[in-house]
């Protein structure tokens, strides 16, 4: 199993589909192979444990991390968030379980011309949304042109920036839709025009900015242009993947049910499933250990070794292409000085901080992790204490004198708050800066980063392709809006 082609990752310890317990990329999953037996005490039942109840009844206990910030997949990019649009919502391709790839989605197959510059998509003629109206060609075209547009300023349009006439469209300069080139063709062919030919391109449709938004539920509750539209809400929710949304608890939880429309119902074996938001993965590995959770993604680093010693075949490891990183705020001073940034990369030794992760997770030598798609780069990160120190007297804070107190931005979830006091110590030893810790839930971390309210942050991704890690910086690249740009 391989991560989603996108997903902005509040630590490596989400799980990417909630079809399957094996967590990506240095993340560790905990599976149950076993069911718990009833105990009896002083003559009375004690109440059923959620996993043997779940299997009994063919409902999936999910650890699904922090609370999603939404369910709408155009304007959402965390994990958490992904996790269950992934059960709600199908797209033209969706990516298999076992190898990672492209796979039969909505469309049921599709067509690549010579030149790779024109895709057609060939749609199932059962798909339904799970209102009984047809999944058409028409709905990817008019979720495109949502997902494309400025006003609602969706984190999902640049997936769509290889399209030809896409990127113009999404950044003003070309108005009329009908020049991007995705249209249907009729009722079930979608017709995808490129601008050039794009590797990566079947793997960004099978990922969540491209799932198919209902268009006429959306015109029922609010303008279709508007993140304040009310569909998501469980009483509005209309989706065409193969469960339902029947509840959403906030903190609590969300319980889908399998949809009675989904085309592939029939070999869905599972009834429901339940996705239980848990801050802290101490509490999580508990759930887990006494029978409240099938599966969990997130596990202390202290906890790995306890696992991998009493019940190996429970504890799974597997890499996929993520990475954390360090951003400070490039229009803040004094982060706005580049030798301020760079003598704050140079002082992180990052051999000793990964040691201090679940996951056996990589240091990371470069942007975009090596591995996959024949790209294996030479290393162009490596720390330097002297130079480090060196940069920041010629930024005028000697030995950090001056240096102002900083803010560090976490978001409340997995090994990120050890992470950021290991970082904190590194930067006081190495550069004499003072840094406190500003621990925030998934939704305020995520707002703070959109409007540009931090100092610095910690920031994760997992993204399928190299290109697209370098892709994070490119000027107005919908996903990041990281604020530092560079016209070449």
Not at 272 to 285: L, T
Request: proline share 8%; aromatic share 8%; glycine share 8%.
């Amino acid at each position: 199993m391989i991560s989603p082609p996108r997903w902005h990752a509040p630590h490596a310890d989400v799980p990417a589909s909630p079809f399957t317990a094996v967590s990506p990329s240095g993340r560790v999953a905990l599976l149950v192979t076993f069911t718990l037996g009833v105990v009896l005490a002083s003559g009375c039942r004690r109440p059923e444990p959620a996993v043997d109840a779940g299997l009994r009844t063919q409902t999936l206990h999910v650890g699904n991390g922090v609370e999603p910030q939404g369910l709408d997949p155009q304007t959402t990019t965390g994990a958490p968030d992904h996790s269950i649009q992934l059960a709600l919502l199908e797209g033209l391709l969706v990516a298999d379980p076992l190898t990672g790839q492209p796979s039969f989605g909505v469309a049921e197959s599709w067509d690549i011309s010579a030149d790779l510059l024109v895709y057609t998509f060939h749609l199932r003629n059962n798909a339904v949304w799970s209102d009984g109206v047809p999944v058409t060609a028409h709905d990817f075209v008019q979720s495109a042109r949502r997902a494309l547009s400025p006003k609602l300023g969706a984190e999902a349009g640049n997936d769509y920036i290889w399209v030809s006439g896409a990127r113009d469209y999404l950044e003003g300069r070309l108005a009329d839709f009908a020049s991007v080139g995705i249209r249907a063709l009729d009722t079930h062919r979608l017709e995808v025009r490129l601008e050039q030919p794009t590797p990566s391109l079947l793997n960004l449709i099978a990922g969540s900015g491209w799932l198919p938004v209902p268009l006429h539920a959306l015109e029922r509750h609010g303008e279709v242009e508007s993140r304040l539209n009310r569909w998501t809400r469980p009483e509005h929710f209309v989706g065409n993947g193969p469960f339902v949304l029947k509840e959403w608890r906030p903190n609590r939880y969300i319980r889908v049910e399998k949809s009675p429309t989904y085309w592939d119902r029939e070999r869905a074996g599972l009834q429901a499933i339940v996705f239980h938001p848990i801050d802290d993965p101490g509490a999580e590995e508990k759930m887990f250990r006494t029978g409240q959770l099938h599966v969990t993604s997130t596990l202390p680093a202290v906890r790995v070794e306890h696992w991998r010693r009493i019940q190996p075949p429970v504890l799974q490891i597997e890499r996929s292409q993520r990475l954390s990183f360090i951003l400070p705020n490039v229009l803040r001073p004094p982060f706005a000085d580049a030798r301020v940034r760079r003598a704050l990369a140079l002082a992180i030794e990052r051999e000793p901080l990964i040691r201090v992760m679940a996951g056996e997770p990589r240091a990371a030598r470069t942007f975009a992790p090596g591995g996959a798609h024949d790209y294996d780069p030479a290393p162009h990160f490596e720390e330097n204490i002297d130079a480090a120190r060196a940069l920041l007297a010629e930024a005028e804070f000697p030995g950090g004198t001056g240096f102002p107190t900083t803010e560090l931005l976490l978001p409340n979830r997995g090994d990120n708050r050890i992470l950021g006091e290991v970082l904190q110590e590194m930067w006081r030893m190495h550069l004499g800066i003072a840094v406190e810790l500003s621990v925030q839930e998934w939704g305020v971390y995520i707002d703070a980063i959109n409007s540009g309210g931090y100092e610095i942050v910690l920031d994760s991704w997992s993204l399928q392709h190299p290109y697209d890690f370098y892709d994070l910086h490119r000027t107005k690249n919908s996903m990041s809006r990281y604020l530092w740009e560079s016209p070449a």
